[in-house]
């Protein structure tokens, strides 16, 4: 069975830092491309930043400068470094895992909260 969990997830103030883990089981984690997305509340899901098997990036506009999203395939985990956060930030969370027709995967995400 294929399980992505989140974790990291909190309430911190604007300005501050979090990073969220995700952890993938059951695939071959380094064939996928790995992306984190978000969803405020009466809004729709967007996406964060994604990270391919090779390590190209990808950001949303709003997030460009300020997370920074990574991978360890040893560990078979993707991060999402997040600074300066700001309370438009405020979201669930969730982990993608996408490999095409292959198979695409979500984690049941967590929640961030930035206080102003």
């Known amino acids: 069975q294929v399980q992505l969990v989140e974790s990291g997830g909190g309430l911190v103030e604007a300005g501050g830092s979090l990073r969220l883990s995700c952890a993938a089981f059951g695939l071959p984690f380094n064939l996928y491309r790995m992306g984190w997305y978000r969803q405020a509340p009466g809004k729709q899901r967007e996406l964060v930043a994604t990270i391919s098997s090779r390590l190209s990036t990808n950001y949303a506009d709003s997030v460009k400068g300020r997370f920074t999203i990574s991978r360890d395939n040893a560990k078979k985990t993707v991060y999402l470094q997040m600074n300066s956060l700001k309370p438009e930030d405020t979201a669930v969370y969730y982990c993608?895992?996408?490999?095409?027709?292959?198979?695409?995967?979500w984690g049941q995400g967590t929640q961030v909260t930035v206080s102003s």
């Open positions: 993608n895992a996408d490999w095409g027709s292959f198979g695409q995967f």
